[in-house]
T-cell receptor
Framework: DAGITQSPRHKVTETGTPVTLRCHQT?????MYWYRQDPGHGLRLIHY???????DKGEVSDGYSVSRSKTEDFLLTLESATSSQTSVYFC??????????FGQGTRLTVV | GQNIDQPTEMTATEGAIVQINCTYQ??????LFWYQQHAGEAPTFLSY????GLEEKGRFSSFLSRSKGYSYLLLKELQMKDSASYLC???????????FGKGTKLSVIP
């Protein structure tokens, strides 16, 4: 299994508060991704990174920002959480374009 | 943009064969992926097709026809543990991104 760790695994937060989710990899893979998964929508890409300090927006990036200061860490920040951001968040990594491996997910509830 | 369609749910009998279809419309194509996801767990990689034809891996096979925008995942000798959602995903040409379909929930019954 690819070495991907997401933290926290579960979080409950209040509307309007900032939240940061962390994805840590031990595989030295170049590409990292943040997805959210919601019933009826499947997995949707939020942001991705193709190297240190190189990031770009995905399909549903509004309300989210990311940072990648080291190869192994990719942070997802919700500047001011809203109830619509209640979701399960998955980090994924890949080195080649023929594979991608997912972390165990973070279940975020915004109340 | 990309549009990916797959059936929402399927049911099959233990020991049987099931085929899960995926059709896609993309502005470019650089590979099709299948993932398995058990409830409450992370997606796990099953297969990758970039050329037309069939790729076989044990009980699982995946087929691609680029001209038809069509793929299927074939599961043989179904087991109860195969009950899961199966996700089809496409990578566009020159893209780092995977675009996922909504997934097919497969229920295997005795």
């Amino acid at each position: 299994d690819a070495g991907i760790t997401q933290s926290p695994r579960h979080k409950v937060t209040e509307t309007g508060t900032p939240v940061t989710l962390r994805c840590h990899q031990t595989e030295n893979h170049r590409y990292m991704y943040w997805y959210r998964q919601d019933p009826g929508h499947g997995l949707r890409l939020i942001h991705y990174s193709y190297g240190v300090k190189d990031t770009d927006k995905g399909e549903v990036s509004d309300g989210y920002s990311v940072s990648r200061s080291k190869t192994e860490d990719f942070l997802l920040t919700l500047e001011s959480a809203t109830s619509s951001q209640t979701s399960v968040y998955f980090c994924a990594i890949s080195e080649s374009l023929s594979e991608a491996f997912f972390g165990q997910g973070t279940r975020l509830t915004v109340v | 943009g990309q549009n990916i369609d797959q059936p929402t749910e399927m049911t099959a009998t233990e020991g049987a064969i099931v085929q899960i279809n995926c059709t896609y419309q993309t502005s470019g194509f650089n590979g099709l992926f299948w993932y398995q996801q058990h409830a409450g767990e992370a997606p796990t990689f099953l297969s990758y097709n970039v050329l037309d034809g069939l790729e076989e891996k044990g009980r699982f096979s995946s087929f691609l026809s680029r001209s038809k925008g069509y793929s299927y995942l074939l599961l043989k000798e179904l087991q109860m543990k195969d009950s899961a959602s199966y996700l089809c995903a496409v990578r566009g040409a020159g893209s780092y991104q995977l675009t996922f379909g909504k997934g097919t929930k497969l229920s295997v019954i005795p």
